[in-house]
């Protein structure tokens, strides 16, 4: 079973803009990841942020996280067409030895 | 060390073959998690291990799946009679800290035809 669901499904967007994805979970998290995945190929870690913490910056991603709504977004600035790619949000559980738990991602297009 | 590695990169097998697959995590990584995702969808987890301990196993791990850890370094994925619902890209991931991401694999494609 799936904890998280992105939103949108699927986003395109004009190089130079900004994307904006949403994530929202189900449980009670200890901390919530952002990963993202080329065509084919395995997924990258982007950023952590835990769930004591409600804004983190890494370069031009931008992740908050409200623990009230049980949701986050994931910001990506000036998106250039290597951004192109699938993002998926990912939760962990409060145990140190738990696993993390993915959602259905969404497919990010960006048109030259 | 490059990350981690997973090999294959492709299978093709007749339905009722058995296929291995293996794993070699970050050297300095404890965990190890094995995770399967099919298209469009995000990767389901199947099991976790820390060191050489099988700690978690998903119930999408039915009988005909085993892994292993051997002294807590690579880690082998094996399906028995595999069926064409089986065909799915086989993730591997490993941490060493659960307060940091997962560095995955390239994965594994899985065709049962």
């Known amino acids: 079973s799936q904890q998280g669901e992105e939103d949108p499904q699927a986003l395109s967007i004009q190089e130079g803009e900004n994307a904006t994805m949403n994530c929202s979970y189900k449980?009670?998290?200890?901390?919530l990841q952002w990963y993202r995945q080329n065509s084919g190929r395995g997924l990258v870690h982007l950023i952590l942020i835990r769930s004591n913490e409600r804004e983190k910056h890494s370069g031009r991603l931008r992740v908050t996280l409200d623990t009230s709504k049980k949701s986050s977004s994931l910001l990506i600035t000036a998106s250039r067409a290597a951004d192109t790619a699938s993002y998926f949000c990912?939760?962990?559980?409060?145990?140190?030895?738990?696993?993390?738990?993915f959602g259905s991602g969404t497919r990010l297009s960006i048109r030259p | 060390d490059t990350g981690v590695s997973q090999n294959p990169r492709h299978k093709i097998t007749k339905r009722g073959q058995n296929v291995t697959f293996r794993c070699d995590p970050i050297?300095?990584?404890?965990?190890l998690y094995w995770y399967r995702q099919t298209l469009g969808q995000g990767p389901e987890f199947l099991t976790y291990?820390?060191?050489?301990?099988?700690?978690?196993k998903s119930r999408l791990l039915s009988d005909r799946f085993s892994a292993e850890r051997p002294k807590g370094s690579f880690s082998t994925l094996e399906i028995q009679r595999t069926e064409q619902g089986d065909s799915a890209m086989y993730l591997c991931?490993?941490?060493?800290?659960?307060?940091?991401?997962?560095?995955f694999g390239s994965g594994t494609r899985l065709t049962v035809v």
């Open positions: 991931a490993s941490s060493g800290d659960s307060n940091y991401g997962y560095t």
């Open positions: 050297s300095e990584h404890n965990r």
């Open positions: 990912a939760t962990g559980g409060y145990s140190s030895a738990s696993k993390i738990i």
């Open positions: 291990f820390q060191n050489e301990a099988q700690l978690e």
């Open positions: 449980t009670s998290i200890n901390n």
